[in-house]
């Protein structure tokens, strides 16, 4: 059965750290792009960051890059989204989602299985 988790959400100051994971089974990673999508109440839900199957690249969407970074762990079965200087606007519910197919993938209609989400709350 294939399965996402994520955990690491949680509530961080404004410019802090928060380490997302998303553990996978029931399928290999180097099978399918991992992508993380956040909501925030009232908005459509939006792509943060993917990383292919086949060759490993990563998409990071205009508004964390250089302060998000997606990284596989294989031995783990696991993907990780570094989050760093975070904002108040990076404040939402935290997706990872699979989807069966080859290079990069930035919407949501893209990806076959998804997590429940985990919170981020970025506050003072």
């Known amino acids: 059965q294939l399965r996402l988790v994520e955990s690491g959400g949680g509530l961080v100051q404004p410019g802090g750290s928060l380490r997302l994971s998303c553990a996978v089974s029931?399928?290999?990673?180097?099978?399918?792009?991992i992508g993380w999508f956040r909501q925030a109440p009232g908005k459509e839900r939006e792509g943060v960051s993917c990383?292919?199957?086949?060759?490993?690249?990563?998409y990071y969407a205009d508004s964390v890059k250089g302060r998000f970074t997606i990284s596989r762990d294989y031995a783990k079965n696991t993907v990780v989204l570094q989050m760093d200087s975070l904002q108040p606007e990076d404040t939402a519910v935290y997706y990872c989602?699979?989807?069966?197919?080859?290079?990069?993938?930035?919407?949501?209609?893209?990806?076959?299985?998804w997590g429940q989400g985990t919170q981020v709350t970025v506050s003072s």
């Open positions: 989602a699979a989807a069966i197919q080859y290079g990069i993938a930035t919407t949501p209609d893209e990806y076959d299985f």
């Open positions: 029931g399928f290999r990673l180097d099978y399918y792009t």
């Open positions: 990383i292919s199957s086949n060759d490993g690249s990563t």
